[in-house]
């Protein structure tokens, strides 16, 4: 038997020896002993080597478990997991990490894009889709091909590209337009000459300005919220009404500088231009809060494609699944259907959330803020119909139930192009009926980083990060076998320890602050720390710097150069300006 002079220490093998080792081992006859330490005993310079798998750490040999510490600034990683590019313990990939793209971005290449997307008309594409139709800068042949209706005069032109190719495409503000090559939106045909046919796209303007004090307002007027004499509202939508303000009777808005017919999601009071290249007709219809909206109209779920943010009174507006639902009388159109409303007589049953919604198939009821925040709804979200973990993999959270693979099963919910496993952020499993974070590496986040005050509020299990952080002290790894990464922080005054971020997918080349930028997708196309906001003409958008007001000047959450502005209500999140 090996005798040691050192105690906690393990005989890992034997060789033969001809004099005292100097690690305070005897030699005996049948061989030298190499020894190590065991997992959490004291260790120290002087003493032997922790045994493999731990290092010695803090006085004594351990190892990391997922999520914490390694590397230089930590020990080593326990049994299966490695230590990741932020330092951090994780499981072993053996993927090239963030050296792809994700649903909705840039592509030039079906290499560009992170398997299963494939890249089409130069986005990758979740390709269970069927497109039975070219959407906008989509290749073509004729006019056939395009999406939109003739009918309804919202199809798509076929016209010639840059490159030599056809595209589908209506024109822009100033590009030339002719009797096959029409205006988009909002424009019209201008000619130079008198019953000319060939022109240049623009809109039809008016001699009039739009003010608040105007008795009332006409497509084609020029206005500026921005103007001392409207005080910040828009003139077209907004009108004085004795002393006080009130919405016009017929609903236009401030567009480019002209008054404007409200268009796909916009408030509406009687009609709504119709969309480009979408082959339903445009309608003002009521919604669930009783406002009327202009919406694509449907006969069933089939019709209604994609999910978007329809609430634009808060920071964070969720992506909800677009259904064909009527809110009173017989038209039906695209937009979220309504499971659950705290505090209501008819919805107010929690046992709704959670689970599938009725006369709506492979849907499942989340619970969110809407509005002002004072209450909390849950809204049918899609999912796969097939019964498997989606947890991990990408998604699209622009996906409706059109999609087979990009959007996530019961299991998850689509978290910045990942699929995170579902929780619930103001339970947090406590009640036994809400789901929680299974992973102790992972936090329950709300993506909407409201006040928790409600009972109830979904999230998705992930790392909490820093947006102003070096990524590689952010906490955030790029994808294994997937995309980059960046922190995606939650604009809001968020209480308690809510996390100020979350990790996401990001642009392979983001765009820097100040430069110009279009969100097509979840990965918001700034880098991180920045987002794609307005810009100060009220039309194009840049990149612009995110901070915290509060911050200390020369702190990592205050702006380098000029001065942090808060957001509208919220005392810890602004833009550098």
């Given at each position: 038997?090996w005798r040691?002079a050192?105690?906690?220490l393990s005989l890992a093998?034997a060789v033969?020896?001809?004099?005292?080792?100097?690690?305070?081992l005897d030699?005996?006859?049948e061989?030298c002993a190499?020894?190590?330490?065991?997992?959490?005993?004291a260790?120290?310079?002087?003493?032997a080597p922790?045994?493999?798998?731990t290092s010695?750490?803090?006085g004594a040999?351990v190892?990391s478990?997922?999520?914490?510490?390694c590397?230089?600034?930590?020990?080593?990683c326990?049994?299966?997991?490695e230590?990741?590019?932020?330092?951090h313990?994780g499981?072993i990939?053996?993927?090239p990490r963030?050296?792809?793209h994700s649903y909705?971005?840039?592509?030039?290449?079906?290499?560009d894009c992170?398997?299963?997307a494939?890249c089409?008309d130069g986005f990758?594409a979740?390709t269970?889709?069927?497109?039975t139709c070219?959407q906008?800068?989509?290749s073509?042949?004729?006019p056939?091909?395009?999406?939109?209706s003739a009918?309804?005069?919202s199809?798509?032109?076929c016209v010639a590209?840059?490159?030599?190719?056809?595209?589908c495409?209506r024109g822009?503000?100033?590009?030339?337009?002719?009797t096959?090559?029409?205006c988009?939106?909002?424009?019209?045909?201008i000619s130079?000459v008198?019953?000319?046919t060939?022109?240049t796209?623009?809109v039809l303007?008016t001699?009039?300005?739009?003010?608040l004090?105007?008795s009332?307002c006409?497509d084609g007027d020029s206005c500026?919220?921005?103007?001392t004499?409207?005080?910040?509202y828009?003139?077209?939508?907004i009108g004085?009404?004795?002393?006080n303000l009130?919405?016009r009777?017929t609903?236009?808005?401030?567009?480019?500088?002209?008054?404007?017919?409200?268009g796909?999601?916009d408030?509406c009071?009687g009609?709504?231009?119709?969309a480009v290249g979408d082959s339903r007709?445009t309608?003002?219809l009521?919604?669930?809060?009783?406002s009327?909206?202009?919406?694509?109209?449907?006969?069933t779920?089939?019709d209604?494609r994609g999910?978007?943010a329809?609430?634009?009174?808060?920071?964070n507006?969720?992506?909800?699944?677009?259904l064909c639902?009527?809110?009173?009388?017989?038209?039906k159109?695209?937009q979220?259907?309504?499971?659950?409303?705290?505090?209501d007589?008819?919805l107010g049953?929690?046992?709704?959330l959670y689970?599938?919604?009725?006369?709506?198939?492979?849907t499942?009821?989340?619970p969110r803020?809407?509005?002002?925040?004072?209450?909390v709804?849950?809204?049918c979200?899609?999912?796969?119909s097939?019964?498997?973990?989606?947890v991990?993999k990408p998604c699209?959270?622009a996906?409706g139930?059109?999609?087979k693979?990009?959007?996530?099963?019961t299991d998850?919910?689509c978290?910045?192009?990942?699929?995170?496993?579902?929780c619930?952020?103001?339970?947090?499993g406590s009640?036994?009926?809400?789901?929680?974070?299974?992973?102790?590496a992972l936090t329950?986040i709300?993506?909407q980083s409201?006040?928790l005050?409600?009972?109830?509020?979904?999230g998705?299990c992930n790392?909490a990060c820093h947006?102003?952080a070096?990524l590689?002290d952010s906490g955030?790894?790029s994808?294994?076998?997937?995309?980059?990464?960046?922190?995606?922080?939650?604009?809001?005054?968020g209480a308690g320890?809510?996390p100020?971020?979350?990790?996401?997918a990001?642009?392979k080349?983001?765009?820097?602050?100040g430069q110009?930028c279009?969100?097509?997708?979840a990965s918001d196309?700034?880098?991180?720390?920045?987002?794609?906001?307005?810009?100060?003409?009220?039309v194009?958008?840049?990149?612009k710097?995110?901070?915290?007001p509060m911050?200390?000047?020369g702190?990592?959450?205050a702006?380098?150069?000029?001065t942090?502005?808060?957001?509208?209500?919220?005392?810890?999140s602004?833009y550098c300006?």
């Amino acid at each position: 038997m090996w005798r040691v002079a050192v105690g906690f220490l393990s005989l890992a093998a034997a060789v033969g020896c001809s004099s005292k080792p100097a690690a305070k081992l005897d030699c005996e006859s049948e061989g030298c002993a190499q020894a190590c330490i065991i997992s959490g005993a004291a260790c120290s310079a002087d003493t032997a080597p922790c045994c493999p798998g731990t290092s010695c750490f803090n006085g004594a040999c351990v190892c990391s478990a997922k999520g914490e510490t390694c590397g230089a600034n930590g020990q080593t990683c326990c049994g299966g997991l490695e230590c990741d590019p932020s330092g951090h313990c994780g499981d072993i990939c053996s993927q090239p990490r963030g050296a792809c793209h994700s649903y909705g971005d840039p592509c030039a290449a079906d290499a560009d894009c992170c398997s299963p997307a494939a890249c089409r008309d130069g986005f990758c594409a979740d390709t269970s889709v069927t497109a039975t139709c070219k959407q906008e800068g989509g290749s073509c042949a004729s006019p056939s091909d395009c999406c939109g209706s003739a009918a309804l005069g919202s199809q798509l032109d076929c016209v010639a590209a840059a490159d030599g190719g056809m595209v589908c495409h209506r024109g822009d503000k100033g590009e030339p337009c002719d009797t096959s090559r029409r205006c988009g939106m909002g424009l019209s045909c201008i000619s130079t000459v008198d019953g000319g046919t060939a022109g240049t796209c623009d809109v039809l303007k008016t001699a009039q300005t739009c003010v608040l004090t105007s008795s009332s307002c006409n497509d084609g007027d020029s206005c500026d919220p921005e103007a001392t004499v409207n005080q910040g509202y828009d003139p077209c939508y907004i009108g004085a009404q004795g002393q006080n303000l009130g919405y016009r009777n017929t609903a236009r808005f401030c567009k480019s500088g002209f008054c404007a017919q409200p268009g796909l999601g916009d408030p509406c009071s009687g009609s709504c231009e119709q969309a480009v290249g979408d082959s339903r007709r445009t309608t003002c219809l009521r919604t669930a809060d009783g406002s009327r909206v202009c919406l694509a109209s449907c006969a069933t779920d089939n019709d209604c494609r994609g999910a978007m943010a329809f609430d634009n009174n808060n920071y964070n507006p969720p992506s909800i699944t677009s259904l064909c639902v009527s809110n009173g009388g017989s038209a039906k159109g695209c937009q979220p259907q309504v499971c659950y409303l705290d505090d209501d007589a008819k919805l107010g049953d929690p046992n709704f959330l959670y689970k599938p919604c009725s006369n709506h198939d492979d849907t499942l009821c989340l619970p969110r803020f809407y509005g002002d925040a004072t209450r909390v709804a849950g809204f049918c979200a899609a999912t796969r119909s097939a019964l498997i973990s989606t947890v991990g993999k990408p998604c699209d959270v622009a996906a409706g139930r059109e999609a087979k693979v990009a959007i996530c099963g019961t299991d998850a919910i689509c978290m910045g192009g990942r699929c995170a496993a579902l929780c619930d952020a103001a339970t947090l499993g406590s009640d036994g009926v809400t789901p929680r974070c299974d992973d102790p590496a992972l936090t329950c986040i709300s993506m909407q980083s409201l006040d928790l005050v409600s009972d109830y509020q979904v999230g998705g299990c992930n790392i909490a990060c820093h947006p102003f952080a070096k990524l590689e002290d952010s906490g955030c790894v790029s994808f294994c076998g997937g995309p980059p990464t960046r922190c995606n922080w939650i604009v809001g005054d968020g209480a308690g320890n809510q996390p100020r971020g979350y990790c996401a997918a990001a642009l392979k080349n983001p765009v820097a602050v100040g430069q110009s930028c279009r969100v097509a997708s979840a990965s918001d196309p700034c880098e991180s720390g920045a987002r794609c906001m307005l810009a100060d003409d009220g039309v194009s958008a840049v990149c612009k710097r995110l901070c915290d007001p509060m911050a200390i000047p020369g702190s990592r959450d205050a702006c380098p150069t000029g001065t942090c502005t808060a957001f509208d209500s919220l005392t810890r999140s602004g833009y550098c300006k």
